[in-house]
């Protein structure tokens, strides 16, 4: 049952919610750790068991909020026949735990599950060949439970995991040969057990990033124009006057190229400090702006690519008799983290501590390396959570921040950005622009399916960097920054295919870069309104139109698990318009990122004098291979509707052709609480198969289900998103006039 904030503070009295900027010590971050041993191929790098047979597993990837510090020790444990209270994780830290790469793309259980399981396995391996040389007994003849070995038949002849190997590194490799359990001996993985992390979480003891305090620490704010330029761009300094913060006593000017930051005892000085400061930027006209964008992507000089093509797509769209074509318009989004990000850092002149939110330990160590211009093993990097934001958003440039104006004062230095900061100088989700076309025969089965899609490279230097004089350069090539294979068109059985990647260059747009999902929006946006529009021409209900051409039982099954769970009820989409003043609709779409399957409906409500949309009640399915916790996995999937409802009805960063203009919640809005609607996740568990991640993979059908649900109750298409009332009555007045 959803609580409105309203009834809740008539229940509870007041909620006092107190915000200091003096230096009170919410945490005391310890000192740098002596770097350990971490060769990936070493049963040590991963698991060390102690002499109460409890075990610490270390893991190399970062819990945003997720679940994966609970799932993954899941993993462990089923593997060392241990109980979950006997498993525990430490601090990610590039002095101790494993490179896994980074928490993005529906990594942690992709990625990570199997190596934690492979070295887990190979250590129960291990204590087993010790436990029978102790007891005399072949492996083959010997139990396991909570870490005690017995002698079958005889329990009274055991000896526990921390008499044979307790606090004593094992000296043993991973081989990859070692036997893992079967699906049919899961204990523990497959079941919904409880995070970790929540029980500090809602009593308020679990630090945060933002809490973090080092003794003799100074405070440090970035100064920078309100708002990005084009990437290429970056940010010049025409002239600055120090004097203009003289009377703010102990707050200084930290410099370096046109990085400008200010660091001071107190952070209340540093704040006010950096808005004091008389700093004059260069001004050029280097963006297009939000009213030529797409104009502008669509005449780029591009580097352009055949991502896919099978059969002869020509002849079949000119045979066909049914043709359908849609555009898609898809906006920047910005990662928006609740509470700007925050990172302290303490460099020496021979080694640097960094604490920070990044979700790439290792990555961001090489880029402070660069930074500093120190070696990246004198770098230690250090993972603390914060207000995750799902991306690549502003975490490794505050860090960067942070380092460069500790490695200036000769001092501590934590940073956290202004909400300017964080909104006007983010790394973006990318915008896109798409153009499908799909063709029918006369019997509904889809015969041709064309995509072109449009966006630009990504940036790979943060600003900080960029302000220091590094040049500014972008990331190509990335399965997730391309037109997609696995998410236009291949869900569906179709013999003539052609998807065309047009890469526009990034220099003259905002910084672009992974966000939650990133393109998949826009993708699903555009093709499965147009799979909508095949069904509604051959008056076919839309989810049987899908059933007819999907025969991969994967899509399948997460298509019939979210139209069972909607209550889903046949009949063509538009046929019972209104001419009141609110009418109802509801969609169905299916779609995915890098890997995984999803597919969604959406019940919607449009107020057709206000163009007003209300998302009342989401329905989501994944299809994630084994599910190693399904509670994790549902708890995603209603985050990923919510956040999808946000984007695709209010979200949009808004630039004009100087600089980013959504620098705040008003002018970059996102769903409220009192219009969140009401979500049913749904995992459709595959026990046999591999792991393949859950943090992004409904989005996109979510994404095509709202367009879908909006033509099912106006009869109109809409081509660009956010579905913001003045598109939504534009795009009304127009059908009316037709």
Avoid at 106 to 119: K, Y
Avoid at 493 to 513: E, Q
Avoid at 600 to 629: P, Q, W
Wanted: aromatic share 6%; proline share 4%; with cysteine.
């Amino acid at each position: 049952m959803r609580t409105r904030r309203r009834d809740f503070m008539k229940t509870g009295g007041a909620l006092v919610v107190g915000l200091t900027l003096r230096d009170s010590l919410f945490a005391q971050a310890p000192s740098a750790a002596a770097a350990r041993s971490l060769d990936l191929k070493q049963v040590d790098t991963w698991l060390a068991i102690h002499a109460d047979s409890t075990a610490t597993i270390y893991i190399g990837f970062a819990e945003l909020g997720q679940g994966a510090s609970t799932a993954l020790l899941q993993v462990a444990a089923e593997e060392l026949d241990l109980d979950m209270n006997q498993v525990k994780s430490v601090q990610l830290d590039t002095n101790v735990t494993p490179n896994q790469g980074g928490t993005y793309s529906s990594a942690a259980i992709n990625r990570g599950s199997p190596q934690i399981r492979a070295a887990a396995a190979e250590a129960r391996q291990g204590l087993l060949q010790l436990a029978s040389r102790k007891l005399e007994t072949p492996v083959d003849r010997l139990s396991v439970s909570k870490g005690v070995v017995s002698v079958v038949g005889n329990a009274n002849r055991s000896v526990k995991y921390g008499e044979l190997v307790g606090d004593k590194p094992f000296n043993l490799a991973v081989t990859g040969t070692a036997p893992v359990k079967t699906p049919s001996q899961y204990r523990l993985v497959g079941a919904p057990i409880a995070r970790n992390d929540i029980p500090d979480k809602v009593s308020a003891q679990h630090v945060y990033m933002q809490n973090v305090r080092v003794p003799g620490m100074l405070h440090g704010r970035v100064v920078r124009p309100r708002g990005q330029s084009a990437y290429g761009a970056g940010a010049k300094i025409v002239s600055i006057d120090e004097a203009s913060i003289r009377g703010i006593e102990g707050a200084r000017v930290a410099r370096r190229g046109d990085f400008i930051g200010i660091v001071a005892e107190n952070e209340w000085d540093a704040v006010r400090a950096a808005q004091q400061l008389q700093i004059t930027w260069e001004t050029k006209p280097a963006l297009p702006g939000n009213d030529r964008m797409y104009e502008q992507m669509r005449s780029d000089q591009t580097q352009d690519r055949v991502v896919l093509e099978r059969g002869n797509v020509a002849t079949a769209f000119s045979n066909a008799p049914h043709v359908v074509t849609q555009i898609g318009r898809g906006p920047y989004h910005a990662h928006a983290a609740f509470s700007p990000n925050c990172a302290v850092a303490d460099v020496k002149p021979d080694s640097a501590l960094v604490i920070s939110t990044t979700q790439d330990i290792y990555g961001t160590r090489t880029s402070l390396a660069g930074v500093l211009g120190m070696p990246a093993e004198q770098v230690q990097v250090r993972y603390q959570e914060g207000a995750s934001n799902y991306g690549h958003g502003c975490q490794d440039d505050v860090a960067q921040a942070a380092a460069i104006m500790s490695q200036l004062a000769g001092r501590p230095v934590r940073v956290q950005f202004m909400r300017w900061d964080e909104h006007g100088w983010d790394n973006y989700g990318p915008a896109h622009l798409g153009e499908v076309r799909v063709a029918a025969d006369a019997e509904g089965r889809i015969v041709a399916y064309e995509y072109q899609g449009w966006q630009h490279n990504w940036s790979t230097v943060e600003t900080s960097a960029q302000l220091t004089g590094t040049p500014a350069a972008e990331r190509e090539g990335s399965a997730a920054q391309q037109v997609s294979p696995l998410n236009l068109g291949s869900m569906y059985d179709v013999a003539n295919v052609k998807l065309v990647n047009h890469r526009v260059p990034g220099m003259g747009y905002l910084k672009g870069a992974w966000l939650r999902s990133p393109l998949d929006l826009s993708f699903s946006f555009a093709s499965e309104q147009a799979i909508d529009g095949l069904a509604y021409i051959l008056k076919m209900d839309p989810y049987s139109f899908r059933q007819r051409n999907i025969q991969d039982a994967r899509w399948l099954g997460v298509l019939d698990a979210v139209a069972q769970a909607s209550k889903w009820s046949p009949r063509p989409a538009a046929s019972k318009l209104s001419k009141a003043k609110t009418v109802t609709g509801r969609g169905i779409g299916v779609g995915t990122h890098l890997a995984s399957y999803g597919a969604a409906v959406a019940e919607m409500e449009v107020n057709r004098e206000t163009g007003r949309i209300v998302a009342k009640h989401m329905y989501g399915a994944i299809d994630a291979g084994l599910a190693v916790n399904p509670g994790n996995i549902e708890n995603q999937i209603s985050g990923q509707l919510v956040q999808t409802v946000s984007r695709m009805l209010k979200e949009e960063v808004t630039f004009n052709r100087t600089n980013v203009t959504s620098l705040d919640w008003n002018t970059y809005p996102i769903l409220r609480f009192d219009e969140c609607p009401v979500v049913t996740p749904i995992v459709v568990q595959r026990l046999n198969e591999r792991s393949t991640g859950a943090g992004e993979e409904v989005m996109a059908g979510a994404a095509a289900a709202i367009a879908n649900a909006f033509f099912d109750a106006t009869g109109v298409r809409m081509q660009e998103f956010p579905m913001t009332p003045k598109r939504v009555l534009a795009a009304l007045s127009k059908r009316r006039q037709s």
